[in-house]
């Protein structure tokens, strides 16, 4: 898929064009599980639940660690979600995702142009879209969360190693899970320091560390959606 020059000169910034906002003018996909279908190789997942009350939609971009796909993105939190909200699980263009590999570009380009199509068919609620992620997911989540919170109200990080975002904006609410025995990504090198630093930064941040290792306790994931259900 190509992009146009300015969504490029965007995307090596970090920032996202989409808008939940955006007028709807495309046919909304039916209910159940449909690939983004535009990412080749790599591409993604979009759940989309059964109509419930004819309002707008949570939307949950949940994001997969290193070496990761959207299919097991996805398997963290569905049973967590809220009945009625979309998740959209893109898949990263290389290994992981761009920034962790040296710079912004092409996974944020992909993913303004799975949000522009999702904003474009189905009602979302912008009070109520979160940007969540694992491992280096988590990391990126919390990156471009916090350099796009004119878009993503809530920034949902279980197990993430930094946050390394692009220059600040607005303020969304973030989750923070993390694993005391955690192995790959540890917890004193990793939570523990980025934490502190994001409420010293004015951020309201909820965290939970949790006995075991790298991964996502079911418990923490229902907590994580619920915080996004209180808006």
Known sequence: MTFPDDAKSAAARGRLHARPDSAENGTP??????????GGRRDGLLRVPESGDGGPSPLIVMLHGAG???????RLIENAAAPGALI????SRGPTWDVIMGAYGPDVAFLDAALRDVFGRHRVDPRRVALAGFSDGASY???LALGNGDVFTHALAFSPGFAAPPEPVGRPRVFVSHGVADDVLPIGACSRRLVPRLRAAGYEVRYREFPEGHLVPAELALEAMAMLAEG
């Open 68 to 74: 990761g796909h959207a299919a097991g993105a996805l």
């Open 88 to 91: 959209l699980v893109p898949e």
């Open 29 to 38: 996909r039916p209910a159940g599980l449909h690939p983004i279908g535009f």
């Open 141 to 143: 989540a919390l990156s």
